[in-house]
DNA sequence: AAAATAGTGTCTGTGAGACAATATCTT
DNA sequence: AAGATATTGTCTCACAGACACTATTTT
């Protein structure tokens, strides 16, 4: 019978449930993301997203946040986004594995220290990793990491397009020239400050001024005004055509 | 140790991998989605998206087109797109059940029958459950399957908003009318059809003129004329704000 | 003063959307 | 002819983007 042969198969199939967590962040106009090296095999030594196996009793979002802690340290300032599942039969050697891959922001990653499982932990530049077109060049990446982390740039450019979570990349108060160095680090291209400001602050509740200034101390030009968002309300927006296609 | 009790869970631990599918088409200018009664416990005579469990050694993908095809008999003619992961812990109540959500589109569901596992297939209207505030209204569904519905018509808005596969729901060739009646039954709207006409005939690599005229024989005007898509290009586009937010 | 950055003003082209007008069919 | 649908034409408004210009700071 059908039914029989499904109940065998999910009480005892060798498969195994796990999460891995894209965390982005910018450092230094770049746009960066959280990989660790890994301790045991497979794939000794070469570089991967944090991620484990889930619990049995505890939800994908509470697993991936626990298997982040566990091997970098991080505690997350903004939400997991679920990005999708990865299943591929031999995606893992050692049996079948189900990945669930989620995305998250930091506004820095300067507290990471590696964990158990881990030999290491590192900020990686994605341009680098989605440039290296195998890997001969730049990373060596586990299981179908890359493919993960090139998905989950095209799902960040696509949330920043249409929604206003940019400013969790930055802290509490910014300037709008932060805020579009977000665009700019992201998209690696050069924006007309104008125009932006206006595009912005046209937004309806999105932004709210503060009234402070940014402390001087740099190298010159009118101090810029600081903002904050406006996290009660939920606004859209979508970035014109400055911003290239994906 | 930690790599110990990690190995355990993996081989052990009763998790379940799962795939569900939720198959859209304009049936009378109304949205429907393909559903199927419960032959079996848990949730034995509900409705629920077509969908079982992932075979060891097959993908993702395919597993949810043979689970399509056992449970109602389709064969698809589109791509399946997956939509995302379900799987808090609870949704199922056998055991902890993994499930990864796909959506595709279906010209016509003229040829589906129930199969092994389902007494009733139907095509239910996406505006009356998605209207149903409560189980106690229209239609019983199973596990968290209003939720993966929700999500998935949310998800076919905005795919179809943004990339040109309204065309998925006519035959292969296509009056603009016909086309501009997707968009009309998936939102629910009234659109002008001169504008409309003029924004898919200006997305480049998009409609190709057949030169033929639709047969008439309806309630009278003028005959249109039939397209058909571009296979070979690949063409973006955004709908205006005829089409609402969501 | 010079350089640098923040912020404002203005112009132009494009495109969405409203709506009128014309074309071609059925009844 | 009347009604219905397809298709074309025209006008207006909003806005993205280019770019000149003003404001306020550091060096």
Redesign the interface.
């Known amino acids: 019978m ?2 029989d042969r ?1 109940r065998r ?3 005892h ?5 796990a999460v891995d967590v894209a965390v982005f962040t910018i450092e230094k106009k770049r746009l960066k993301i959280l990989l660790v090296k890994r301790r ?1 095999d497979p794939f000794r030594g070469h570089w991967a997203l944090p991620g ?9 979002e509470d697993a991936a946040a626990r298997e982040l802690l566990e091997e970098t340290g991080l505690e997350l300032s903004s939400h997991l986004r ?1 990005l ?2 990865y ?3 031999g995606r893992d050697p ?5 990945t ?1 891959a989620y995305t998250s922001i930091a506004r820095d990653l300067d507290s990471i220290s590696a964990g ?2 881990a030999t290491a932990v590192c900020r990686a530049s994605v341009q680098r990793i989605l440039e290296s077109a195998d890997a001969s060049t730049g990373f060596r990446l586990a299981f179908d990491h890359k493919k993960i982390i090139e998905d989950a740039v095209k799902n960040l450019r696509l949330q920043l397009r249409s929604a206003p979570i940019a400013s969790e990349f930055l802290p509490p108060k910014f300037t709008i020239a932060e805020l579009r160095g977000v665009y700019e680090s992201v998209w690696g291209v050069q924006l007309d400050p104008a125009n932006f400001r206006r595009k912005v602050l046209s937004v309806e509740s999105f932004l709210i001024p503060t009234g402070e200034r940014i402390p001087p101390g740099r190298e010159g030009g009118r101090p810029a005004e600081l903002y904050r968002v406006n996290s009660s309300a939920s606004s ?1 927006f979508t970035l014109g055509h400055q911003i290239p ?1 994906s």
């Open positions: 059908k039914a499904r198969r999910a009480d199939s060798p498969m195994a449930v045991n484990g196996f889930v619990d049995v009793d505890e939800s994908l679920q999708a599942a299943g591929d039969p050692r049996m079948r594995v189900i669930v158990s499982d859209r296609e």
